[in-house]
């Protein structure tokens, strides 16, 4: 990932995909950039990456400063607290009406790709859609480019979903929704909030407020 990201001139990489659900879970990320950029896509549900995997469209966004707040309204009024990122670049993963996924590229100085940049952008979507289609990498020149596969950032925030699915009699989707306000409204990682649930460290009750519980494993 850090040879990809050095190549595309961005200081961070992201590669999600989708579930059945149509939610996006990241696969690989290179560095805290991308990892904190890509949890707050997810705790809010919104930004360059769910539009791009949604519609199957490139999103480019040369300044995230200067986004109308309209588009992104969570996002562009938390970004500027929560991350320095401030040029994001989406190139989704599919063929068709196949979505996959997306490609997520992030930078901490403003400005857009150039023409060679975007094309090898697009270049490694490419091949990451058909190392997913095929099962395994491709046989190009930029395989090269591809990391190891690796676990999913996000499995966490599913599993969080299902146990506040059960302990609040909710629907998988209102059970996801409501993570992701606690998120929201504490201000703290969507990911650190599921990890203290499963860790039963947090406890989410009727009223929307969350119990924290004594962590038992510290001395």
Not at 147 to 157: K, N, Q, R, T, Y
Not at 189 to 214: H, K, M
């Amino acid at each position: 990932m850090t040879e990809s990201a050095a190549i595309l001139g961005v200081d961070g990489l992201a590669v999600s995909i989708m579930d059945q659900n149509q939610v996006s879970e990241v696969l690989w990320y290179s560095g805290d950039l991308s990892s904190t950029f890509e949890d707050l896509q997810f705790t809010v549900g919104q930004g360059p990456g769910p539009d791009a995997a949604l519609t199957g469209e490139i999103v480019l966004v040369g300044d995230l400063e200067a986004t109308p707040l309209e588009r992104w309204s969570a996002l562009v009024s938390e970004v500027s607290a929560l991350s320095p990122v401030r040029a994001v670049f989406a190139f989704p993963l599919g063929i068709g009406a196949v979505r996959l996924g997306v490609l997520t590229a992030v930078r901490r100085t403003p400005g857009l790709l150039s023409e060679q940049q975007a094309d090898d952008a697009v270049v490694l979507a490419a091949s990451l859609t058909a190392r997913f289609l095929n099962g395994s990498a491709p046989h190009s020149p930029d395989a090269a480019l591809l990391p190891p596969m690796d676990g999913l950032h996000s499995a966490v925030a599913h599993q969080a979903t299902g146990m506040l699915s059960v302990q609040l009699s909710l629907p998988l989707p209102q059970a996801m929704m409501r993570l992701r306000a606690h998120a929201y409204t504490t201000g703290r990682p969507l990911t650190e909030v599921a990890q203290a649930i499963v860790a039963r460290r947090l406890r989410l009750d009727d009223n929307r407020d969350g119990q924290s519980f004594p962590n038992k494993d510290k001395d």
